[in-house]
């Protein structure tokens, strides 16, 4: 099972970003996504996660501001970021649990990581 993540880049502060994790391969069902994200000297955070009965868990930070769209049939799920703050500049990761098939072994893989920069 891989993860592809996409979207990060360079904003303004007040601005928006949406990233985007594609989970593909032996896909017997995905019971969580998450997107964590690092920023310089700091340890890494979850930002944002939801369970594939769509239970949504945010980091007090973002609450307001980032919500976690998903796309069950693309096995995708999204980081809307709304009103970036310097804060928020980090390397975002995305992670999901999955079941495999064809025995339901589960992995739990990283996607690659991306660069947010909020700045003027």
């Known amino acids: 099972v891989q993860l592809q993540a996409s979207g990060g880049g360079l904003v303004q502060p007040g601005g928006s970003l949406r990233l985007s994790c594609a989970a593909s391969g032996s896909i017997l069902s995905i019971n969580s996504m998450g997107w964590y994200r690092q920023a310089p000297g700091k340890q890494r955070e979850l930002v944002a996660s939801i369970t594939n009965a769509g239970f949504i868990n945010y980091v007090d930070s973002v609450k307001g501001r980032f919500t976690i769209p998903r796309d069950i049939a693309k096995n995708t799920v999204y980081l809307q970021m709304n009103s970036l703050n310097a804060e928020d500049t980090a390397v975002y990761c995305c992670?999901?649990?999955?079941?495999?098939?064809?025995?339901?072994?589960?992995?739990?893989?990283w996607g690659q990581g991306t660069q947010v920069t909020v700045s003027s």
């Open positions: 992670n999901a649990k999955v079941l495999t098939r064809p025995y339901g072994n589960i992995v739990n893989p």
